[in-house]
């Protein structure tokens, strides 16, 4: 979506370009800003970015959208928006919904419901979205809405600035909280399953902490280190403790759970990439995972 900022300048900077670079503008954004001068104006007239800024100046910066090589239909599905403004939209995902189309899903994913939800006016489509989840972890997930947001939100998450946490009921009774600090590869011969590789693997480091406990299972709050694919479900199996209904980690288990590994993304906190607020999010563990646990 094409974006405009307005910036009121309230203190003296030593130019245009330093003021974006304290807004956590990103190179790329600063670099395509300087081949295009006009989309950066000072009191209404096209600045430079080696421009002065003085208190009392007025800068507005446009930033068109790129026209997507990528072809999302449109599908008028339920979306679960928490919150909503200019730069971004967060969204609590349904177990069963992927977030990206693929070859088996063109039209039922997240990113076919966030093409139908936003307005064809505000110029071309391009998802963005922020973080990942498999498409039966349900939870919070961060969709940009312009190419500003997205690249500063994408270099957040890979500074770590943006913090996760999951709930998960696994196999077993665990009696302490821990952390695995095991790296993570493709499993040979397979494009989805991923394995502990000590060898090969990229560090991957999960922390999990003890909510409560039953008879054979036991409910977690996950925290993440990194990203890799399926981390927590590689990681939980490989200590002895699968997730429940995890079909593709611990494919005998006949544990209650309905057809999807019992994950859910329940906490998502972040600062906004143009406000600079710090922003908070919590999602309840939905019904299904629910009743995995006895009452």
Do not use: W
């Amino acid at each position: 979506m094409n974006r405009t900022i307005i910036y009121q300048i309230k203190e003296a900077h030593g130019s245009v370009r330093a003021f974006l670079q304290e807004k956590r503008y990103p190179h790329a954004v600063l670099t395509q800003l300087k081949q295009a001068p006009e989309q950066v104006c000072k009191n209404g007239a096209p600045s430079l970015l080696r421009a002065p800024l003085t208190p009392g100046d007025v800068l507005r910066v446009d930033i068109p959208e790129r026209p997507s090589r990528e072809k999302i239909l449109p599908a008028d599905l339920p979306l679960s928006i928490l919150y909503e403004d200019d730069d971004l939209l967060v969204i609590d995902k349904p177990a069963g919904m992927p977030v990206h189309p693929s070859q088996d899903h063109y039209t039922d994913t997240l990113a076919n419901a966030v093409r139908h939800y936003l307005p064809d006016t505000c110029g071309p489509f391009v998802f963005r979205c922020i973080n990942r989840l498999d498409k039966n972890t349900s939870g919070l997930l961060l969709v940009a809405k312009n190419r500003l947001s997205g690249a500063i939100l994408s270099q957040d998450i890979k500074n770590r600035r943006i913090r996760r946490r999951y709930q998960a009921v696994v196999s077993g009774v665990l009696t302490k909280d821990g952390t695995i600090d095991a790296p993570i590869a493709r499993a040979q011969d397979s494009s989805i399953l991923r394995c502990i590789d000590y060898a090969g693997g990229q560090r991957a480091v999960t922390h999990y902490r003890i909510l409560k406990t039953y008879e054979d299972r036991t409910l977690l709050e996950l925290q993440l280190e990194t990203g890799r694919t399926h981390q927590i479900r590689v990681h939980m199996a490989s200590i002895g403790h699968p997730l429940l209904g995890d079909g593709l980690y611990h494919p005998a288990a006949d544990d209650g759970a309905d057809g999807r590994q019992a994950l859910h993304a329940c906490f998502l906190s972040f600062t906004h990439p143009v406000t600079g607020e710090g922003l908070s999010f919590s999602s309840p563990l939905p019904k299904d995972i629910l009743r995995l646990l006895p009452s």
